[in-house]
């Protein structure tokens, strides 16, 4: 599969601590994507980091990018229990017949209050 | 309203049977991508398309028709449906390179 891969598959911190999952993914990208998602609900979109850039932050959310190593993590700072969610990354890989997206399998965070 | 709609939510159909499942957005975005979400798979492009009577496969084509007459909608066929179709599928649209915006999803059951 090209899909990326989250780790880890499952999180539970306390409220206030800091989350941090990763992605690693197989293919060059042009970018690379994180999404929440609600238990049921559609996916949000977060935050969108560019192949050229190393890191990006938004609110509470840091985003890293290490191109040489095909991974990307996502923080979130000061956890609420309302980033209770599924966390995604998506990449917009690049192959020769065109570019094609990929979804990881997730991160499910429990933020316990 | 603007914003991107599913319809049905949610649908049982039998094996076999033709179904359509449609999307329909306000956007103008002129990206619309059609995804399955099953468990241990995460998201799965299905199709998408880039435009109107532009449609690309994606990772798991196989069984499912789109088209796209109309940039606002984007309409997923399941042709002669299978079990191992029942899953949650979503629409979305957008552009790659910027995020893309979901819908509510379609629950769809073939027994």
């Known amino acids: 599969s090209q899909q990326g891969e989250e780790d880890p598959q499952a999180l539970s911190i306390q409220e206030g601590e800091n989350a941090t999952m990763n992605c690693s993914y197989k293919?060059?990208?042009?970018?690379l994507q994180w999404y929440r998602q609600n238990s049921g609900r559609g996916l949000v979109h977060l935050i969108l980091?560019?192949?050229?850039?190393r890191e990006k932050h938004s609110g509470r959310l840091r985003v890293t990018l290490d191109t040489s190593k095909k991974s990307s993590s996502l923080l979130i700072t000061a956890s609420r229990a309302a980033d209770t969610a599924s966390y995604f990354c998506?990449?917009?890989?690049?192959?020769?017949?065109?570019?094609?997206?990929?979804f990881g399998t997730g991160t499910s965070l429990t933020v316990i209050p | 309203d603007a914003g991107i709609t599913q319809s049905p939510r949610y649908k049982i159909t039998e094996t076999g049977r033709q179904v359509t499942l449609m999307c329909h957005q306000t956007?103008?975005?002129?990206?619309m991508f059609w995804y399955r979400q099953d468990l241990g798979h995460g998201l799965r492009l299905i199709y998408y398309?880039?435009?109107?009577?532009?449609?690309d496969k994606g990772e798991v084509p196989d069984g499912y028709v789109v088209s796209r007459s109309k940039t606002e909608n984007f309409p997923l066929t399941l042709e002669s449906a299978t079990r191992s179709q029942t899953s949650v599928y979503f629409c979305?649209?957008?552009?790659?390179?910027?995020?893309?915006?979901f819908g509510p999803g379609t629950r769809l059951t073939v027994t």
């Open positions: 979305a649209s957008g552009l790659m390179r910027f995020g893309q915006y």
């Open positions: 293919t060059s990208i042009n970018n």
């Open positions: 980091i560019r192949s050229n850039e």
């Open positions: 998506a990449t917009d890989a690049i192959f020769y017949t065109g570019n094609q997206f990929y």
């Open positions: 956007w103008s975005h002129s990206y």
């Open positions: 398309s880039a435009a109107a009577d532009i449609t």
